[in-house]
């Protein structure tokens, strides 16, 4: 296999191709086709038909069970040829079948596993159930019970705002099986929906939603439903447990997919900028818009190195996968927001549109929003990495020479299996990405990278100032009812682990790849520099370099993320 192989499965092209132009006219799954459907808030047909031929959910399938689940990273970047063209696709024929998956393969045991696998080769549903409108993200709140029963459980409750609940074959729900309050409360149970008493499921109204339209967004009444002891996914009580662990790989590829989102939305700003004509030539010679257009660039480079640096530790320091995939959905969120909403400046009144050449983007605006507060909530994220600040920092940062593994910035090296059974709850202070940064800083460097040193010394300094911060944070510091600069300290963390993950997959890059070009890094570390306001123009030398290679991508039809690999434009 190739280095480019190796970013990008072969697969993806060709699912990229299958899909289509997205400026034919005539493509059933093209923008014109993509806009009706989504004026009609239904899913796109033709793209759901098109995606049951291929076989997409064997993307969320094992090996060892018959698919082609072998890499996060992988999985994200097919996954980012639906994203970039109709988001509804992308989580609603997909993704959302896949956070089902990951909780199976976690969980389940064979006769599960290998149910759940025939469901979804057949091009079958599978609902992740865990949602309920009184709760949000707080998990452990959840009241839809599972109570024994001489011949199984009984299911009574509600489960609301949940991704094809009233068209999947399974449910993997959430459910209580303890009344006493404690992490121990709560069990995963697999619903076979052909098998289930219909007089005991009532299927409620979807709710209507203002982006990702086409999602049929459901709810569903549970009354006494009986269901077998087998049913069971893992032990009783393991539910909150096997959740937290399992989300760890949806949070992480999720955010990184909906990048194809931005990697539209910047082509279809260029696109119309460079058409447009403003003192007597086309807008995108404007100084300003030149900048704005470089820098959003950056952000979707260094937004990408982040989360394939998170996918990757999925499968090699999976130990540590709980503070990345929290850092990743929290950064790369935001990152892809704000960047869609500075194109969206430029745009002017065409973003608003829902016809003419710029249409799209007014979806795909509204279609990215649920990055942030989806599957779970950027402010959830600070929650949950918060209190392992002062473990890491005693354990790691303060302790030098723990270097990472190589193939974990090395994105054209191949990874092992994903390893379900050793993901963890807590990290234990193990953070190899940061552990890396002082071997990083003191590392020979070229005389002309010389300022790239300079800068990712100043970041070890920095490291180590936060190091002894959080290192005296006491418990009463670190819970739900945190102060605003404690949260803070999360968000300092997770811009130093960005700065050090860009700067080890630059380091790692093969000689002759665009990654090893230092122009990108030295604007992925000037795009995050220290400052409460936001970051300013990059260098004269490093915008030229970012805007000749923007526009060498749209000319030659080729993604702007890290790949670089050919589209159907």
């Known amino acids: 296999m190739t280095s480019d192989e190796c970013l990008a499965p072969k697969r993806a092209d060709e699912l990229e191709q299958l899909l289509g132009s997205l400026s034919d006219p005539a493509n059933p799954t093209g923008t014109a086709a993509i806009l009706a459907a989504d004026e009609q808030a239904e899913m796109l047909a033709a793209g759901e038909s098109l995606l049951h031929s291929y076989g997409l959910n064997a993307e969320f399938v094992p090996p060892a069970l018959g698919g082609r689940l072998a890499r996060a990273d992988h999985l994200a970047e097919v996954m980012r040829a639906l994203y970039r063209r109709d988001p509804a696709l992308g989580l609603g024929y997909g993704a ?3 956070i089902a998956g990951v909780t199976l393969w976690t969980a389940g045991d064979e006769q599960q596993t290998e149910h759940a696998a025939r469901l979804l080769l057949d091009g079958r549903r599978i609902a992740i159930a865990f949602h309920e409108l009184a709760h949000g993200n ?3 709140g959840t009241e839809l019970t599972a109570t024994a029963a001489p011949d199984g459980l009984r299911l009574s409750g509600r489960k609301e705002v949940v991704t094809n609940i009233g068209r999947a074959d399974a449910l993997v729900v959430l459910a209580r099986t303890d009344p006493r309050p404690g992490p121990r409360g709560h069990s995963l149970v697999l619903v076979d929906r052909a098998s289930a008493d219909p007089a005991r499921l009532t299927d409620l109204p979807r709710f209507g939603t203002v982006g990702m339209r086409g999602v049929q967004l459901g709810r569903l009444a549970f009354d006494e439903l009986p269901v077998p002891a087998s049913a069971l996914l893992g032990p009783a009580g393991s539910g909150l447990e096997t959740a937290l662990k399992a989300l760890q790989i949806t949070r992480t590829v999720l955010p990184a997919m909906a990048s194809g989102i931005l990697d539209t939305g910047l082509r279809i700003t260029v696109d119309h900028l460079t058409r447009r004509r403003l003192y007597g030539g086309p807008a995108t010679a404007l100084p300003h818009v030149r900048s704005v257009l470089a820098g959003v660039f950056a952000d979707l480079l260094r937004a990408e190195a982040l989360g394939a640096v998170g996918a990757r530790a ?3 320091v999976p130990g540590s996968a709980s503070v990345y995939a929290s850092a990743v959905k929290f950064e790369v969120s935001r990152l892809l927001l704000s960047a869609m909403d500075r194109l969206a400046e430029l ?7 829902r016809e003419g050449p710029t249409a799209l983007f007014q979806k795909l605006l509204r279609d990215l929003a649920p990055v942030g507060f989806g ?8 929650m ?11 354990r790691t940062w303060a302790r030098p020479g ?3 593994p190589a193939d974990l910035f090395a994105l054209a090296l191949p990874l092992p299996p994903l390893p379900y059974d050793r993901l963890a709850l807590h990290a234990a202070g193990r953070d190899p990405v940061m552990g890396s940064l002082p071997a990083l800083a003191d590392a020979p460097w070229s005389p002309e990278h010389d300022d790239l040193r300079a800068v990712l010394r100043g970041d070890h300094a920095e490291l180590a100032e936060l190091s002894a911060v959080c290192a005296r944070l006491s418990p009463v510091d670190l819970g739900v009812d945190a102060r605003p600069e404690h949260y803070d300290l999360v968000t300092r963390y997770v811009r130093l682990l960005s700065r050090t993950a860009c700067a080890r997959v630059w380091r790692d890059a093969p000689s002759e790849s665009f990654l090893a070009d230092p122009a990108w890094l030295r604007a992925a570390l000037c795009r995050s520099a220290p400052g409460p306001h936001r970051p300013g123009p990059l260098p004269a030398q490093v915008e030229e370099a970012l805007f000749a290679e923007l526009l060498d991508r749209r000319a030659t039809g080729r993604s702007f993320g890290l790949t670089g690999r050919p589209l159907a434009v």
């Open 402 to 404: 723990a270097e990472a």
């Open 384 to 394: 949950s990495l918060l209190p392992q600040l002062p473990l890491l920092a005693r």
């Open 138 to 140: 707080d998990m452990a």
């Open 314 to 316: 999925l499968h090699v």
């Open 347 to 353: 745009l002017g009144a065409h973003f608003y549109l």
């Open 375 to 382: 599957h779970i909530a950027r402010a959830a994220c600070q």
């Open 96 to 98: 959302s079948s896949l």
